[in-house]
């Protein structure tokens, strides 16, 4: 491609609402074009970029055996009450009606399309298993999308869908093979990850892996064991119960608590409290209040129970309910419950207030927790004798102890770029899509769904991979394999091997010709913009029969003979 010829526009502005370098060089290289809230356009370069990054999920997943369908992006509603989902599915989820009154739903995934295409053909366990899997736009309408590509509406997905006639295969020819696949499309695409274990909603179990991007500008946290090998979505960690301080330090003793209501004034946070009663916070229980929405409008309020040293994570607390949301709860709504904000407790609960508690509080026999009564809190109260129900409700803390090996848990940032879940027979049991297995018996298919964010990728791809001045490409993924720089255009020694290096090195690669006619400075800082891996610039030193080979990454320039830059860059670029 010849730049003169070229739909490529760098600028030197940065959309004012951009942060992170994938969002600022994407829209500043002339890769893409916003045209509204998480909606893109994909000029030339993006273009070519999404297209590498797909063509290498493909390849892998054709090699794995996947066959790839096209779905039909508007969905009839129908499919989605037959799941179920319809209505669960939240505000994201875009709804809509065509001329004929009949509804329809933008895909925001495609569980049900799917379900509904296997049943139509499937019918034995002897066309079993099989994984189908579509690259399409969906649509979710994010609440606050952002980031560029990063968290758009409109987003390009790889979406898989595998049957299987038993929870063995799904797991063996599925889950695993998923695993192992997406792996390779992640490492050919340059990158450094890591596989985590993931929320699997109120299924629960390790049937959820996520792959994150390692990146400090991540919007997923990810705890990791510094021993070992165990890696977890904040969402989903789990830990030894931590001790308690008079356990780990010996000058430390446990406080004597003996049962009793006390005055306790204005004492409403967990800080106030400890500092209060002179007691760390662990020895103290914080009561969050939440607003849990399930189907049909159903809303209940909810308290969780934790320790005062930790945090409540959301994600296990709304499982732990079996809930579709958590929702903030107001303080006049508590007090319509007939609670206390800030003195709330598990103990003479109103009726009809559910009160959960972290799996750390089983066999506390002395807290102190809030009375249910204005300015009061319980001290030495057995949380044993109220048979209180307990899950795993806390987010884990960096210094926590591993549940592998008993290591040191931290935390690290990571980006989700592609998701794979034990699905059963969540979609397949509701829709009726059955098979006739060895006995004749009806069954409903094993699913495993598994996920890629393509166009999610360009940006993580560059999160990782960027300097001051713009993206570094991995390979597999740069819109161009190598750039020539003509310096002067008007020279015609420059322009004549600018042009004939140009026409060999199009024989075995993508090449993109700087032949506009613009300053040395101005075509070098849009090198740099670009990202593409290497150049050959051909500028004064040609008089000597010299070129120089430019590497994106280091930037540094090294001089060849003119006659060695055609093998030159053939070993660096194979
Ligand atoms: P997230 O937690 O980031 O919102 P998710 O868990 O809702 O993502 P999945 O339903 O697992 O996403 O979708 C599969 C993949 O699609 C994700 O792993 C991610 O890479 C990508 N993806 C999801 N939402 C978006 C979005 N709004 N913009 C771009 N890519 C997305
Ligand atoms: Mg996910």
Known sequence: MRFSESFIYTSKEAPSDAVLPSHIYLVRGGFIQSVGAGLYNFLPLGKKVLDKVRAVAKEELDKAGCQEVELAFVTPSEFWKESGRFEKYGKELLRFKDRKD????????????????????IKSYKQLPVNLYQIKTKFRDEIRPRFGLMRGREFLMKDGYSFHKDEESMIKDGFEKMEKTYSRIFERLGLDFRIVEADSGAIGGSGSKEFMVLADSGEDTIVVCEDCDYGANIEAAVRENPKAPHEIDAEYERPEMQFGKFYTPDVKTIDELA?????????????????????????????????????????????????????????????????????????????????????????????????????????????????????????????????????????????????I??????????????????????????????????????????????????????????????????????????????????????????????????????????????????????????????????????????????????????????
């Not at 925001?108 to 295409?117: A, F, G, L, R, S």
């Not at 969780?304 to 732990?320: P, T, Y």
């Not at 300053?519 to 913009?529: A, M, Q, T």
């Open 102 to 121: 009949s509804e329809y739903v933008l895909g925001p995934t495609h569980e049900e399309m799917m379900v509904n295409m296997a049943r139509a053909f």
């Open 421 to 574: 879940f034990q699905l059963g027979t969540r979609y397949s049991a509701p829709m009726k899509a059955e098979f006739l297995d060895e006995n004749g018996k009806s069954k409903p298919f094993v699913m495993g769904t598994y996920g890629i964010g393509i166009s999610r990728l360009l940006a993580a791809i560059i999160e990782q991979h960027h300097d001051e001045r713009g993206p570094i490409w991995t390979k597999e993924s740069a819109p161009f394999d190598l750039e020539i720089i003509i310096s002067n255009i008007k020279k015609e020694e420059e322009l004549k091997t600018g042009e004939s290096l140009y026409k060999e090195l199009s024989k075995d690669f993508d090449v993109l010709l700087d032949d506009r006619k613009e300053r040395f400075g101005f075509k070098i800082s849009d090198y740099e913009l670009l990202g593409i891996p290497y150049a050959i610039i051909v500028g004064k030193k040609i008089k000597d029969g010299l070129v120089e080979i430019v590497d994106r990454k280091t930037l540094q320039k090294q001089e060849v003979n003119v006659k060695e830059a055609v093998e030159k860059i053939k070993r660096l670029l194979v």
């Open 275 to 419: 500092e209060f009663f002179h007691i760390e916070p662990y020895y103290t229980l914080k009561t969050v209040a939440k607003k849990a929405l399930y189907d049909e409008g159903v809303e209940k309020i909810v308290l969780f129970g934790i320790r005062g040293s930790d945090e409540l994570q959301e994600v296990k607390a709304c499982n732990a309910v079996n809930a579709n949301d958590l929702v903030d709860v107001s303080d006049e709504e508590l007090e319509k419950a007939g609670l206390v904000p800030g003195f709330m407790g598990p103990k003479d609960l109103p009726e009809d207030v559910i009160f959960i508690a972290d799996k750390t509080l089983e066999g506390e026999i002395s807290i102190i927790a809030g009375a249910n009564e204005k300015d009061y809190h319980y001290v030495g109260l057995n949380l044993v004798v109220l048979k209180l129900e307990h899950k795993d409700l806390a987010a884990v803390k960096e210094g926590d102890s591993c549940i592998k090996c008993g290591g040191k848990l931290k935390y690290t940032k990571g980006i989700e770029v592609g998701h």
